[in-house]
């Protein structure tokens, strides 16, 4: 996808959120986003279903109500500040609550945060304690 057709997309994208005629929400899913220049985009409510997303910059990105199932999120600076609801937030924290750690302070902050990430819609799929 070209910078171009992408900013096309957030365009259209912006338009749908705020009513305005030609709006259109933003598909993204499966899209080859790597290295993307996201910051501060309105993704609000966008399907990015599946969408590769490492290495791209998403600081100050809006992703609240977003569906990043199945996403690969940025693992790296370019995700800071990213501004996410609490369905994501739960979703990234029952990743992180499943992963094979045996270190005290991974222990201690995997605890911490269970109760939070046995929320996640995902948490059955990954084997957590659904409450």
């Known amino acids: 996808m070209t910078n171009e057709e992408l900013q096309t997309i957030l365009d ?4 749908w959120l705020y009513y305005e005629d030609g709006g259109q929400r933003a598909n ?4 080859d986003l790597q290295y993307a220049d996201l910051r501060g985009a309105n ?3 966008a399907d990015l ?9 998403l ?4 992703l609240q109500d977003a569906d990043c199932d199945f996403a690969c999120w940025p693992l790296w600076c370019g995700s800071k500040d990213v501004k996410v609801d609490a369905r994501i937030a739960a979703q990234l924290a029952a990743h992180f609550c499943v992963l094979d750690c045996d270190d005290e302070g991974y222990q201690a902050a995997r605890a911490a945060v269970l109760k939070f990430a046995d929320t ?3 948490a059955k799929d990954l084997g957590l304690g659904v409450l």
């Open 12 to 15: 259209l994208h912006r338009k």
């Open 28 to 31: 993204l899913q499966r899209a």
């Open 43 to 45: 993704l609000q409510r």
């Open 49 to 57: 279903q599946y969408a590769n997303l490492q290495r791209a910059n």
């Open 59 to 62: 600081q100050r990105a809006n």
């Open 120 to 122: 996640s819609h995902r």
